[in-house]
């Protein structure tokens, strides 16, 4: 059955250039950042007026140039407990994406696994915190290892929640693909069923990473001689309120900096996934 | 008819099904979906299957995949009924490419699977991407590709994996109509050099007697084989057939037989 050899059909598309942001939505995502940095430029000039008019005592509300004065003058106090915070948040961060992962990758793969322990986990998160804290404390002592249990307590739940759902949201025509190519279960699980689940690790991992900080901080308000939570706790009462202020402020920019951090992690790791978001993006505008 | 039914060349069928029954049972009513159904298909032969719309096509490739087994009857593949799983190619209308991979790294999933280092796999994955017109865009993940494209990367795929059956379960049916024209001669053209069996479901008359050797008719559910149509027309074919009369005969005849099942489908009363 001898034949021509035809060349395939091939509408010639544009060569596959990888996909950047244009200059279209580049303009937009900066005067997005030009709005937000102006509404906080606003509360702060508005802050900052209302005490001058007022002549609100600074123990009381410390006007932000107070709080700012504060923070460079403490800088090495500050520095101290927020190394002491930063190490609970991120310790206790990785024991929860640890056993979140091994979880979810159970509770996933086999039913009855599921059925024995998801209602655990769910049930887990229905305990205040706040009690449990204060017993951790008669448990395992007055040291690091309490803090890292409560940051890890609230992590885990959205880390085992969203990769489940990942690896559950498995499009079964592809499962059955994988089949028919001869994968054992263990393939699909590998090739298939883990890459579809990252974008939702990543998602749990956000908000994760965001109640690892305040964890913290609760475990040090419960009973702690360091770290940014017991500076706030201590300073209160001494009417050192532009040191307490100092560190929420040092707090938050914790939390946001991790965040970016894990954002920017994202975008490294799974450079498909936004490539293709945006692109989505792009054709729905 | 008035063509000569060319004498079968093949002694064993590559694809031989028997008896095939289908029930599905759902909130204790049983819907029979395929009732009794042989089919064959030689070493090389191109079948097609066409029929109404839940006729339970489907559910055959289904089962000849091995994902579903049927309920009364068997399946053999170049004489052997066991572990169809893994020894059929299987090409569903969704591309089914897998986001995070490249072009080359979808292609030779199969060849992954069966422990053929990534390295090699690549290698012979390279040697075809002109064949599929993939070239200059082995690198690119599948989301920049156009429909057509993603297509053939899910044939390269396929073609990869080295079964000797490929079942194609309506591989065009998402693309446009020139498109779906221009890949219907190229898959021709792939299925002489590479020589498979291939067993083609689809809704599309002319895209049938275009490629097929065979076209079996389906009736409406359950699904029962109504008639086999052998397609004479001469090989190699290009696409200024479809207007000529013999070709125009076989569409009619079987457009005929289509149109008496999706009457009766229609009056059926759904069970």
Request: a positive charge; aromatic letters at 8%.
């Given at each position: 059955?001898?034949?021509t050899?035809?060349?395939p059909p091939?509408?010639?598309?544009s060569?596959?250039?990888p996909?950047?942001?244009?200059?279209?939505?580049?303009?937009r995502?900066?005067?997005?950042w030009?709005?937000?940095?102006?509404?906080?430029?606003?509360?702060?000039?508005?802050?900052q007026?209302?005490?001058?008019?007022?002549?609100?005592p600074?123990?009381?509300?410390?006007?932000?140039s107070?709080?700012?004065?504060e923070?460079?003058?403490?800088r090495?106090?500050?520095?101290?407990?927020a190394?002491v915070?930063l190490?609970?948040?991120?310790?206790?961060?990785?024991v929860?994406l640890?056993?979140?992962v091994?979880?979810?990758?159970?509770?996933?793969?086999f039913?009855?696994?599921?059925?024995?322990?998801?209602?655990?986990?769910?049930?887990?998160?229905t305990?205040?915190?706040?009690?449990?804290?204060?017993?951790?404390?008669?448990w395992?002592?007055?040291?690091?290892?309490?803090?890292i249990?409560?940051?890890?307590?609230?992590a885990?739940?959205p880390?085992?929640?969203?990769?489940?759902?990942?690896?559950r949201?498995?499009?079964a025509?592809?499962v059955?693909?994988?089949?028919?190519?001869?994968?054992s279960?263990?393939?699909?699980f590998?090739?298939?069923q883990?890459?579809?689940?990252?974008?939702?690790?990543?998602s749990?991992?956000?908000?994760?990473?965001?109640?690892s900080?305040i964890?913290?901080?609760?475990?040090?308000?419960?009973?702690?001689?360091?770290?940014?939570?017991?500076?706030?706790r201590?300073?209160?009462?001494?009417f050192?309120?532009?040191?307490?202020?100092?560190a929420?402020?040092?707090?938050?920019?914790?939390?946001?900096?991790?965040?970016l951090?894990v954002a920017?992690?994202?975008r490294?790791l799974?450079?498909w996934?936004?490539?293709?978001?945006?692109?989505?993006?792009?054709e729905?505008? | 008819?008035?063509y000569?039914?060319?004498?079968q060349?093949?002694?064993?069928?590559?694809?031989?099904?028997?008896?095939?029954?289908?029930?599905?049972?759902?909130?204790?009513?049983?819907?029979?979906?395929?009732n009794?159904?042989?089919?064959?298909?030689?070493?090389g032969?191109?079948?097609?299957?066409?029929?109404?719309?839940?006729c339970?096509?489907s559910?055959l490739?289904?089962?000849?995949?091995g994902?579903d087994?049927p309920?009364?009857?068997?399946?053999?593949?170049?004489g052997?009924?066991?572990?169809?799983?893994g020894?059929?190619?299987?090409?569903?209308?969704?591309?089914?490419?897998?986001?995070w991979?490249?072009?080359?790294?979808?292609?030779?999933?199969?060849l992954?699977?069966?422990?053929?280092?990534?390295?090699?796999?690549?290698?012979?994955a390279?040697?075809?991407?002109?064949?599929?017109?993939l070239?200059?865009?082995?690198?690119?993940?599948?989301?920049?590709l156009?429909?057509g494209?993603?297509?053939?990367?899910?044939?390269?795929?396929?073609?990869?994996?080295?079964?000797?059956?490929?079942?194609?379960?309506?591989?065009?049916?998402a693309?446009?109509?020139?498109?779906?024209?221009?890949m219907q001669?190229?898959?021709?053209?792939?299925?002489?050099?590479f020589g498979?069996?291939?067993?083609?479901?689809?809704?599309?008359v002319?895209?049938?007697?275009?490629?097929?050797?065979?076209?079996?008719?389906?009736?409406?559910?359950?699904?029962?084989v109504?008639?086999?149509?052998?397609?004479?027309l001469?090989?190699?074919?290009?696409?200024?057939?479809?207007?000529?009369?013999?070709?125009?005969a076989?569409?009619?005849?079987?457009?005929?037989?289509?149109?008496?099942?999706?009457?009766?489908?229609?009056?059926?009363?759904?069970?």
């Open positions: 059955m001898a034949m050899q035809r060349e091939s509408p010639t598309p060569p596959a250039a996909v950047g942001p244009n200059k279209h939505t580049r303009v995502s900066l005067r997005g030009a709005g937000s940095a102006l509404v906080v430029a606003a509360v702060i000039g508005a802050w007026g209302v005490v001058a008019l007022f002549d609100i600074a123990w009381k509300l410390p006007a932000p107070a709080i700012g004065a923070l460079v003058a403490s090495a106090l500050f520095l101290r407990h190394w915070t190490q609970e948040v991120l310790l206790g961060f990785g929860a640890a056993l979140g091994i979880l979810a990758g159970l509770i996933a793969s039913p009855t696994f599921q059925r024995a322990v998801y209602p655990f986990v769910i049930a887990s998160q305990v205040p915190i706040i009690v449990i804290a204060p017993l951790l404390l008669i395992v002592g007055y040291g690091l290892a309490p803090k249990i409560v940051v890890a307590l609230i885990f739940f880390i085992v929640v969203n990769t489940v759902d990942g690896l949201g498995v499009d025509d592809m059955n693909m994988m089949r028919t190519l001869g994968a279960r263990r393939q699909v590998v090739k298939v883990i890459p579809t689940a990252l974008p939702f690790l990543f749990g991992v956000k908000v994760a990473i965001t109640f900080v964890g913290a901080v609760i475990g040090e308000w419960v009973g702690a001689s360091a770290g940014l939570g017991y500076l706030t201590v300073s209160v009462p001494l050192l309120t532009a040191r307490s202020f100092g929420v402020v040092i707090l938050s920019a914790m939390g946001v900096s991790l965040f951090a920017l992690l994202e490294l799974l450079p996934y936004h490539t293709e978001r945006r692109q989505r993006a792009l729905r505008s | 008819m008035g000569v039914v060319e004498p060349t093949h002694t064993q069928p590559m694809l031989r099904v028997a008896g095939i029954s289908k029930d599905f049972v759902s909130g204790g009513q049983v819907l029979s979906v395929l009794d159904v042989d089919f064959e298909a030689g070493r032969e191109f079948v097609s299957i066409i029929g109404p719309s839940g339970g096509k559910t490739l289904n089962i000849i995949a994902l087994d309920s009364q009857g068997s399946v053999e593949i170049d052997s009924g066991l572990h169809r799983l020894r059929v190619a299987y090409m569903h209308q969704k591309d089914l490419l897998l986001p991979r490249t072009v080359l790294d979808n292609a030779i999933l199969g992954e699977v069966q422990g053929v280092p990534r390295s090699r796999a690549r290698e012979r390279l040697a075809l991407t002109e064949r599929f017109g070239k200059g865009f082995e690198h690119a993940y599948p989301f920049s156009s429909g494209m993603r297509q053939r990367v899910a044939f390269l795929r396929t073609i990869l994996s080295e079964r000797d059956v490929i079942l194609l379960d309506e591989p065009f049916g693309l446009d109509a020139l498109t779906r024209g221009h001669e190229w898959l021709l053209d792939l299925w002489s050099s498979k069996t291939i067993v083609l479901v689809t809704h599309d002319d895209e049938a007697v275009f490629v097929s050797d065979r076209i079996y008719v389906f009736t409406a559910r359950p699904g029962r109504k008639t086999v149509v052998p397609v004479t001469p090989r190699p074919r290009g696409y200024e057939m479809v207007t000529q009369a013999p070709f125009i076989l569409k009619a005849e079987l457009l005929a037989s289509l149109r008496e099942e999706s009457v009766r489908a229609q009056d059926a009363p759904w069970q």
